[in-house]
């Protein structure tokens, strides 16, 4: 089955958006912390074949590594979002995976937010 961006609620759409939003903005200052330091060295130390950017766009390494960087940049601070229908940080999980592959794709901004939506 073929799910387009139509077939999804607005609201799911819109608390999908916000999450995401959510998720880049704690991102961006959890580079800084010593933990995303280290995964960024251990990263560039694997001399990987570039698929996909850390967010911020200060390193270009392999999709993986990007997933990594940016998942836990994210949790950092601890103040990703908090599903309480799942009881967790949903999407410092699941958004730093979309993201780098929908980069190394070439995916389009609407397949990666239908991608972090489902």
Do not use: C
């Not at 609201?11 to 933990?35: C, F």
């Not at 780098?100 to 489902?118: D, Q």
């Amino acid at each position: 089955m073929d799910l387009r961006l139509s077939d999804i609620p607005g609201l799911a759409i819109e608390r999908a958006t916000n999450s995401l939003l959510d998720t880049v903005g704690v991102t961006l200052p959890g580079l800084e912390e010593p933990a995303t330091r280290i995964a960024v060295q251990l990263a560039a130390s694997d001399n990987a074949a570039p698929g996909a950017s850390v967010i911020g766009g200060a390193m270009k390494t392999a999709t993986e590594w990007a997933a990594f960087v940016n998942g836990i940049a994210g949790h950092a601070l601890d103040y990703d979002d908090v599903s309480y229908a799942v009881i967790g940080h949903r999407s410092v999980v699941v958004l730093p995976a979309v993201l780098a592959v929908a980069a190394a794709t070439g995916a389009s901004g609407e397949s990666a937010l239908l991608a972090y939506a489902r």
